[in-house]
Every structure is written in structure tokens, then in C-alpha cells.
């Protein structure tokens, strides 16, 4: 409040609303912060390109992947599910789910590489995935990811966890 009468601002109601306009820009950088993400990725759905051509009739039925999304509290996971008229999956009628965990509740998580089939890996060259598994209290996540993506993304997602557990101790 002496600042702004030391600047010139002698009116109560300019002070006032000075501090208005200070406490929003305040609000407005802590949201940034708290929502600013981290890391985004997209589930691995096929092992190479000649598994995804059958998987999607040659494109002409994409498969839209899972995503994940992690932010500084927060791992948000887009789950697709596609609509199916017995075994075969449809064009349209997909349904969708979100699921926002909250890593304070997080108690683990692992990664493991998996390769992939013989004949996958010999014929057409496909590379392995990572498996993230994120255990928390109300079950287990598993992220299928790219071959290499796992340990980075596991790292920062632990790195997150410390953090969020620091700020819900303090």
C-alpha cells in the first residue's frame, strides 16, 4: 500500500484496484503452472507398419490410440473404445473415457520392454514396446508406448510424483 502512495496513487480505489489486477495475474501464472504439461504421448497400438495395415483394413478403418497427458498434479488418460459388432471393430461409434489420476495416490511405477513376435520382427522389421505400469489406489494403468519412450516417461512421472507428494506435505 506505501508503494503505491510512494508511485503517485493517492486514491483508495485505484490502490485497490491495483491489487485487484496484482492478485489476478497471480492467479492466472499459478493455473499456468498447474496446468502446464509435461510430457504427452500416444499409445502404441500396433508393432510395425504391415500389423497396423490388417489391423485397419489398409487404413480404411483407423484405430484411434489411447492418450496420455502429464501434468504437474495430474496424468490424464484418454482411454477409445472403439465401437464392435461382434469381433469386428466399426468405423464409427467410438466411445471414450478419461481418466485423471492424481499422483499423490500413485505408489509405483514400473516399466518393461517387451519385443515383438518372431515373425513380426523378422518379416517386416517391427520394433518392440514399452510397457509403463502406473499402480495406484483405485487399480492399475498400463501405457503401451514406443520402444525407448519408457524409461524417460517413467522417469518423469516419478520426478512428478516426488512433487506433488513435497506440495501435499507442505
Known amino acids: 500500500d506505501q508503494d503505491l502512495k510512494d508511485m503517485g496513487v493517492n486514491i483508495v480505489g485505484d490502490r485497490l484496484r491495483f491489487r485487484q489486477v496484482i492478485q489476478s495475474f497471480s492467479r492466472k501464472a499459478r493455473m ?9 504421448g500416444q499409445e502404441r497400438l500396433y508393432w510395425g507398419c504391415f ?7 489398409c487404413g480404411c478403418f483407423p484405430d484411434d490410440p489411447s492418450t496420455y497427458k502429464l501434468t504437474r498434479n495430474h496424468l490424464k488418460v484418454k482411454v477409445v473404445e472403439p465401437g464392435r459388432c461382434g469381433p469386428v471393430k466399426l ?3 467410438h466411445s471414450y473415457k478419461t481418466n485423471n489420476i492424481d499422483l ?32 495406484y489406489d ?14 524417460t516417461v517413467s522417469t518423469l512421472i516419478l520426478n512428478q510424483i516426488e512433487e506433488a507428494q513435497v506440495m501435499e506435505r507442505d
Open 138 to 151: 483405485e487399480g492399475v494403468l498400463m501405457m503401451p508406448l514406443k520402444t525407448g519412450e519408457g524409461e
Open 32 to 40: 499456468h503452472e498447474r496446468t502446464k504439461v509435461i510430457w504427452e
Open 91 to 93: 468405423c464409427c461409434w
Open 51 to 57: 500389423d497396423g495395415c490388417l489391423g485397419t483394413c
Open 104 to 135: 499423490t495416490h500413485v505408489t509405483d511405477v514400473d516399466v518393461q520392454g517387451v519385443p515383438p513376435p518372431c515373425t513380426q520382427q523378422i518379416c517386416c522389421c517391427a520394433s518392440g514396446r514399452d510397457i509403463i505400469s502406473v499402480n
